[in-house]
């Protein structure tokens, strides 16, 4: 297959190809060295660049990026060693005028419980970017060979793009020694690798990864296991920001207050205003109209999923600055859709799985409810279903939602908010074969005492009837969804084209499976463009 993206907007689309080969033009390849920085240093000075010599330096490696709070203008490119490097940095340029910019990169730091390994990540921070713009970069480290790759800025404003989403990946690789034989400890399958080629087919602009992403809790290597995820993420996240949720699965045992250092180490989101503790578990981001919202919900979920029973953690805090974000969101005349992106999930029809969680619904889906979120993706659950519309519910005790529409084709969010279960990124234990026929779902109430046996809560769940239920994939283990955002004209109308894609072996084989289109009035008022 070619690595030109296929266009999915009327934009003009630039290849990694061309880019890299302007670069390659310029004197830059991958087996290239970066010497100390100077800012803004001359793009074809032969001191810029040298091959590298031997070196006990580590390689760079993981390489991914991520958006700032506003994604037309700001980016992060971070990756990740297990020794101290000297002069971490990142090269930025243009396939025009080559490499001029230099950012210095900053290093964050944990000491995971299990291994007692130091992980060190490097996250540059380049701002002041142009919108809707292609630039080259360049990441090293003295004594290690520059890696490569580029990068797209958001829109300002209305205009058209792409996104993706899944959850519940994994690694494709085999990471515990059994006798004399590999096995995969961590949930893995080799479809992890298939679906990011699916995802590099659409090429979109950005990326959301509804959490669960690697399963490091239940490996025997923790620190191997998130490596292994990044190397076969970085084939994409390099080029296109992999934006993140926290997953109950992302919650290590003793590593951090709460669990989640070695997630909120290894990415760099927008800054919520969050203590320490909890910075990177809950941010938002604009892109064009769009604002998305990424939330951790084991904050407020019933289930005991993770290697520690958080429930409650930030005593609120999440909760009130999720309220005060939707509001300003939804105030905002340059802000059409909001989009969450989340693990667990309110709505779900599969047995003996997780299920659905009435403790999100009971806490965020009335926010979600009052200031009109549009759409929900999530994993946990390991298929693909989605919801009708829905607002308000049931006065009963798992709190059922209520339909406002049951058409599947075209649906109006400004009257409902759509809820996506995108879970089949790859994890070796899907649950698309596990549909309640007729549609039902199985909700957490709340939790047992302690089992001396597993050391968990068990769920407590009740039965409760899926009028909500809209469409379901009991065919297909593996795949994502791509929203193609329409922005509409004044006055009129915006949608998103939603189709999700089957993801059909190693070359990222696509097949669509459901596509609908959301749509919502335009917004009008001051900066309407």
């Not at 109209?289 to 409650?312: A, M």
């Not at 009335?366 to 607002?391: A, K, M, Q």
């Not at 049951?406 to 649950?431: C, E, K, L, Q």
């Amino acid at each position: 297959m070619t690595d030109q993206p296929v266009s999915r907007s009327d934009r003009p689309v630039v290849g990694r190809r061309t880019l890299l080969t302007s670069a390659a033009g310029l004197g830059v390849g991958s087996a290239v060295l970066l010497r100390s920085p100077t800012t803004w240093a001359s793009p074809d000075s032969p001191v810029l660049w040298q091959r590298p010599g031997s070196s006990a330096a580590p390689r760079v490696a993981g390489l991914h990026t991520q958006f700032g709070a506003d994604a037309s203008r700001e980016v992060v490119v971070s990756w990740h060693s297990t020794a101290s490097v000297s002069n971490p940095r990142v090269q930025l340029g243009s396939p025009t005028d080559g490499f001029g910019r230099t950012q210095p990169a900053d290093t964050s730091t944990y000491r995971d419980a299990q291994s007692g390994t130091e992980v060190q990540v490097h996250h540059a921070r380049l701002a002041d970017l142009r919108p809707d713009t292609d630039y080259i970069y360049a990441a090293v480290h003295d004594g290690a060979a520059a890696e490569l790759g580029t990068i797209r800025t958001a829109p300002r404003g209305r205009a058209a793009f792409t996104f993706t989403s899944f959850g519940d990946q994994g690694t494709p690789t085999l990471g515990k020694l059994a006798g004399t034989s590999y096995v995969n400890d961590n949930l893995g399958s080799p479809f992890g690798a298939d679906v990011t080629a699916g995802v590099e087919r659409v090429a979109p602009l950005f990326h959301l990864v509804n959490g669960d992403l690697c399963y490091a809790n239940l490996a025997t290597d923790r620190v191997r296991t998130w490596s292994d995820w990044f190397e076969n993420n970085s084939r994409s996240a390099r080029y296109r920001p992999w934006m993140p949720a926290a997953g109950n699965h992302e919650n290590e045992r003793g590593n951090g207050q709460i669990g989640y250092s070695a997630y909120q180490t290894y990415f760099t989101v927008p800054d919520s205003g969050a203590d320490a503790t909890f910075r990177g578990l809950w941010y938002a981001f604009t892109a064009g109209s769009v604002r998305i919202i990424s939330l951790n919900n084991d904050d407020v979920c019933y289930q005991d999923g993770g290697n520690s029973y958080v429930r409650g953690y930030s005593a609120g805090a999440q909760q009130q600055w999720l309220a005060a974000e939707l509001a300003t969101s939804r105030a905002d005349p340059n802000i059409d859709w909001i989009v969450i992106c989340m693990h667990q999930v309110v709505i779900s029809t599969v047995d003996k799985f997780n299920g659905a969680d009435r403790g999100i619904r009971e806490s965020w889906v009335p926010l979600f409810d009052r200031y009109g979120v549009d759409l929900v993706v999530s994993g946990h659950e390991h298929h693909y279903e989605r919801s009708h519309p829905i607002r308000g519910h049931q006065s009963n005790d798992t709190l059922t939602p209520l339909p406002v529409a049951t058409g599947t084709d075209t649906i109006d969010t400004s009257a409902g908010t759509v809820h996506m279960v995108i879970g089949g990124g790859g994890t070796s234990a899907p649950s698309n074969k596990l549909f309640f026929s007729p549609p039902q779902c199985r909700v957490i109430t709340g939790v047992g005492p302690v089992d001396p046996a597993t050391g968990k809560r068990p769920p407590i769940y009740v039965m409760e009837s899926a009028p909500w239920s809209a469409v379901r994939d009991p065919d297909h283990s593996y795949g994502f969804a791509a929203f193609d955002v329409d922005p509409g004209r004044p006055g009129q109308t915006t949608s998103i084209a939603v189709t999700y894609y089957a993801v059909n072996g190693p070359y990222g084989d696509l097949t669509p499976v459901d596509q609908f289109t959301l749509t919502r009035p335009r917004r009008s008022g001051p900066g309407q463009n």
